[in-house]
């Protein structure tokens, strides 16, 4: 390797070694030195670093070299943290280097995360290249052979995805920088379009030194110079080239030259260009191995359920055009990648079930704007079925992490140009352990009749079990045995009790679950093990000792039969007790969830009051409830068995008798029997009623829909056992429920969490202010989004105190506004104000604000408005074609700005719509770059079942609707596209297949008609 290639490149020793031993002298080999111990790498709060494109060198037969230089163009030096690659096939990484220095490998499978600087800080110096370079083994010899992407991960900050060179899909190619002699102060680049076609150019942005001083001037060819007023004092610089210099042509089969003017004489280098043109296409040149402050990044990741949620923003001052999208994911846990959706229309569904897989040619599709956002959508088919115990593979697929994607997940977005974005679970201290359940606790195929299990997997760093909370049916007799792995977890059985059992852990002794590793949970008992009842609560500690998950893991829902379940025929009087047979002749226990009374109150001149309540059988007898506060209860009464007293089971073909205990003693009556009714609840399922042929007793059973705002509390943090989940209902009232073993969750292994939405079917209790739940339904919490905009229509027009604001339009995207929401300074949120908004997606994807706040108007922002236009002024101002109001807002057209739909009369109607994008020039004053008009549309209404959503999921997308009468066959059905900017009125019903819908939507002619308005009620 040449010297040259790694000058500025440093390898301090490590502290842990103190320097080099006594005597011996600092080491210099090329370019690569050892730095005095303890010397300080000062970061650059502007860390850069580029590189060039990943190469493969000729080698041996076995053997493949990629290669790829690094460049840091900033000041500061950068240094070199880990390498993170994946590829596809059987080759193995057998050595790396960088700038010199070897790196030793331990694991050559992909994908692969290699950290550095184990013998000191790798350091690339300001303004300085390295060479990478890395060397496969291969089995079977591949000249075409190359991996995915190769991301470069700096301690500063900084990373770059250095990809292999693409064909460019853009007809003009840059060169430069040059600087002409005869001219000190200006720099030339020079466009040339090889193709049949011109090219006009939209925007410039300009990377320049610091000792040049303000950028000042621009000439196209030798056309006039146009001064820049005012001059653009910083580097870099966005030009907007018909506000400049008029329309920039690119002639066919030609070329021109950009020359820029500066304030001092020009340095020799540091120079870079990126050029976009109308159609989108973007190109670069560059004194550096490319273009240095891209701006492109990845704002956001989340995952549900088998989909992942990418937001890629562009913060830079021009239009950025995605190419080409990288993913690397296990998809043995999340199966095969089915389809790819940009901000919900479907740009990519031919499906693979290879890691990582490249998606290439998006440039048609997506264009960021300055300041825009897209979401990527991946979603994920259902892996392959999980082999059992003895081999043999499992009937049903493998389920998907009940909390999104599993395993390693890396997300490389590549722009034309060579800018990239890039996302990864591979690093990073918030990544953290992520254990999940991939089977619920129940009896596997080859196992011992007395076992159940259920297999953990891990795909996040190491996780040490800090804890284990366990339930069990009492039929299974004494827990002896519990194991993660082959790790034992219990020291002596343990009989079942109606309290869970916890169990807590010695950190220098508790089970490991290694980062990417499966282990099994599994449990054992003295008695053959039923096929339900079972809950577990396993607590983890990363390996530093920080709690760092909570993971519940429960059984499948048993299907008793219910019919062979009930009470005897008569009521049995025994002093102050009332007696009733329950007969169980299923083939399992059962177990008392609720009970329903009613009595006579009037019992000759008394009132008779419920105190107790027990069971009994031939052995014994136990109490499963006692009136609270020793206040006897009058009738009707809603209650459920103590949770601190022994269950109340009903074991398999047992008769047992229900003891009810009143004051004072109640009086065998022909009306006390009459009117006695009793319902009975199990947490199976079943239900059972005295009298027989009499009317049931309907226990109350709430459904709503809350947020979560507080979990139990015990020893060790966190659980989810006992009383009470504090959830907060869309009426804002905190609602206390009580979840115990037998309630049912789904999915099956959920790690609920404060801020998560749930969905609860719960059993009203007797202060009418706790709950039981049967069965919770967990959504994993969204995350926070930030938009910053315009304020366009508001609902309602002026909010009051009597009529509080309840949505609003911010940068075209309509926002929910509730009791919730933290308004700064409601007086100045009107429309054209700028505002700030904070808030997560609910359910249907809508942005529902917890933060408004209003931001003082910015001159020269990016913006993109949508809107009526309500008045037009031609030839307004010297320079401006037109000023049109759009809403709110002023609009100045500038001469030569594209304005796209006008009619041939050159002024749009009153009322059409305008789409502008341009930049904010004053409070209510926008610039346009470029307006596209729409006639005014024709509102349309329809009613009827939606039928059909959108393919990807979500709201965003197309739903079809049939009308209330139409026929089967769906040849009367309407499809109506559902925007961001649509208002989706959930308040009555849901967004679900069979609901009532009610559409206000703009008629479009020939395209399908977008709404406005959607409002689901129950059919």
């Known amino acids: 390797m040449a010297a040259g290639a790694v000058a500025g490149l440093f390898r301090p020793v490590s502290e842990a070694t103190g320097g080099e031993p006594a005597g011996m002298p600092p080491m210099a080999v090329a370019g690569v030195q050892q730095a005095t111990p303890g010397a300080a790498v000062v970061a650059d709060a502007a860390c850069r670093v580029v590189g060039g494109p990943l190469s493969r060198l000729a080698g041996a037969d076995d053997t493949a070299v990629v290669t790829a230089a690094l460049q840091n163009p900033g000041a500061a030096p950068a240094t070199v943290d880990a390498i993170e690659l994946g590829w596809v096939g059987s080759e193995v990484l057998v050595d790396v280097e960088v700038g010199g220095v070897h790196v030793p490998i331990k694991s050559g499978g992909s994908p692969l995360l290699i950290p550095l600087g184990a013998g000191g800080p790798i350091v690339i110096d300001g303004g300085q290249r390295a060479e990478l370079r890395l060397v496969f083994y291969q089995p079977r010899p591949d000249p075409e052979w190359r991996p995915g992407p190769v991301i470069v991960v700096l301690r500063e900050g900084c990373e770059v995805a250095l990809r292999w060179p693409e064909a460019s899909g853009c007809p003009v190619a840059a060169t430069g920088p040059t600087l002409p002699v005869e001219q000190p102060a200006r720099v030339w680049f020079e466009l040339s379009n090889p193709g049949p076609a011109p090219v006009d150019l939209a925007m410039l942005e300009l990377t320049w030194p610091a000792a040049n001083g303000a950028l000042v001037g621009l000439q196209v060819d030798a056309g006039a110079v146009h001064a820049l007023d005012p001059p653009f004092q ?25 020359a820029f003017d500066f304030e001092q004489p020009a340095a020799a280098a540091d120079y870079a260009l990126r050029a976009t043109t109308k159609a989108g296409c973007v190109v670069t040149a560059s004194s550096w191995l490319a273009f240095p402050s891209c701006g492109t990044e990845v704002q956001s990741f989340d995952s549900h359920g088998s989909m992942a949620l990418v937001r890629v923003g562009n913060r830079s001052g021009i239009s950025q055009t995605l190419s080409t999208l990288d993913v690397f994911w296990v998809p043995a846990l999340n199966g095969a990648l089915a389809s790819v959706a940009i901000d919900g229309h479907v740009v990519w569904d031919q499906g693979s079930d290879v890691s990582p897989t490249t998606i290439a040619d998006l440039s048609r599709t997506t264009i960021l704007r300055p300041g825009q956002v897209a979401e990527v959508r991946l979603e994920f088919k259902a892996p392959a079925p999980l082999p059992a115990l003895d081999g043999t593979a499992d009937d049903d697929p493998a389920p998907v992490a009940s909390d999104g994607i599993a395993g390693d997940f890396t997300f490389v977005a590549g722009f034309q140009g060579g800018c990239t974005a890039t996302y990864s679970t591979l690093r990073g201290g918030a990544f953290g352990c992520r254990p999940w359940a991939v089977e619920q606790l129940t009896q596997v195929k080859g196992a011992p009749a007395n076992e159940v299990s259920a297999a953990i997997t891990n795909t996040g760093g190491g996780a040490a079990l800090r804890s284990l909370t366990l339930t069990w049916p009492h039929r299974n007799g004494a827990l002896t045995g519990a194991f993660l792995g082959a790790t034992p977890l219990l020291t002596q059985p343990r009989l079942p009790s109606a309290e869970p059992l916890v169990l807590t852990f ?12 499966s282990q099994r949970l599994r449990l054992t008992f003295a008695q053959p093990a039923a096929a339900g009842g079972y809950a577990a609560v396993l607590g983890f500690d990363d390996l530093s000792g920080a709690p760092c998950s909570e993971l519940r893991v429960t059984s499948p829902a048993i299907e008793p039969e219910c019919g062979k379940v009930g009470f005897g025929a008569a009521l049995a009087f025994k002093g102050r007790h009332v007696e009733l047979e329950i007969h169980n002749d299923s083939p399992d226990p059962l177990r008392i969830s609720d009970l329903r009374l009613d009595w006579p109150e009037q019992n000759g001149m008394t009132l008779v009051r419920l105190t107790s309540i027990s069971l009994a059988d031939a052995f014994s007898d136990w109490l499963i409830w006692t009136a609270p506060d020793a206040a006897p209860l009058r009738p009707p009464v809603t209650l459920r068995p103590d949770p601190s007293l022994r269950p109340a089971v009903v074991e398999a073909g047992a008769h047992v008798v229900l003891r009810l205990t009143f004051d004072p003693q109640p009086r065998d009556t022909p009306e006390f029997r009459e009117s006695f009714k009793l319902t009975a609840g199990f947490a199976e399922g079943c239900r059972a009623a005295y009298p027989l042929d009499g009317a049931r007793i309907a226990s109350r059973t709430i459904d709503f829909v809350g947020v979560v705002r507080d979990l139990p509390r015990r020893a060790g943090g966190d659980t989810l056992f006992g009383c009470c989940w504090q959830v907060l209902d869309r009426q804002n009232r905190t609602r206390l429920v009580e979840v115990d073993a037998y309630t049912r969750l789904l999915p099956a292994s959920v790690k609920p969490k404060r801020g998560d939405i749930v969905e609860i079917s719960a059993l009203e209790l007797l202060d009418r202010k706790t709950f039981y739940a ?46 919730q929401t933290v308004i700064d300074d409601a007086r100045r949120v009107t429309p054209g104000a700028r505002v700030m908004v904070r808030g997560t997606r609910d359910v249907n994807q809508q942005l529902v604000a917890s933060e408004v706040a209003v931001l003082d108007p910015v001159t020269n922002a990016a913006v993109s408005i949508r809107g009526a236009v309500r008045d037009v002024v031609d030839d307004a101002a010297p320079g401006l074609q037109a000023v049109w109001t759009v809403d709110h807002y002023a609009v100045e057209i500038p001469v030569g700005a594209v304005i796209e739909g006008l009619p041939p009369s050159g002024r749009p109607g009153l009322g059409w719509e305008a789409r502008v994008d341009g930049e904010q020039v004053g409070a209510d004053v926008i610039r346009a770059a470029s307006v596209k008009l729409v006639p005014a549309p024709r509102l349309i209404e329809a009613e009827g079942v939606l039928v059909a959503l959108p393919s990807g999921g979500g709201v965003r997308g197309d739903w079809t609707v049939r009308p209330l009468d139409g026929p089967v066959d769906g040849s009367a059905d309407r499809v109506f596209t559902v925007e961001s900017s649509a208002v989706v009125d959930t308040r009555a019903a849901p967004v679900a297949l069979g609901m009532r819908v009610h559409v206000v939507a703009r008629d479009k002619g020939e395209e399908t008609p977008t709404a406005v308005s959607v409002r689901l009620d129950w059919p």
């Open 506 to 517: 010695d950190p220098a002794s508790a089970a490991v679950l290694p980062r990417s590793a």
């Open 774 to 819: 049967k069965q919770i339904t967990v959504r994993t919490r969204l995350p926070e989004e930030t938009i910053v905009g315009l304020v366009g229509a508001m609902q309602p027009a002026e909010p009051s105190p009597s009529a509080p604001l309840r949505s609003l339009t911010v940068a075209g995207e309509a926002v929910v506004v509730t009791d």
């Open 234 to 258: 910083r580097s870099p610089a966005a030009l907007d080239v018909a506000r400049v210099a008029g329309p920039v042509v690119v002639p066919a089969s030609g070329s021109l030259v950009l």
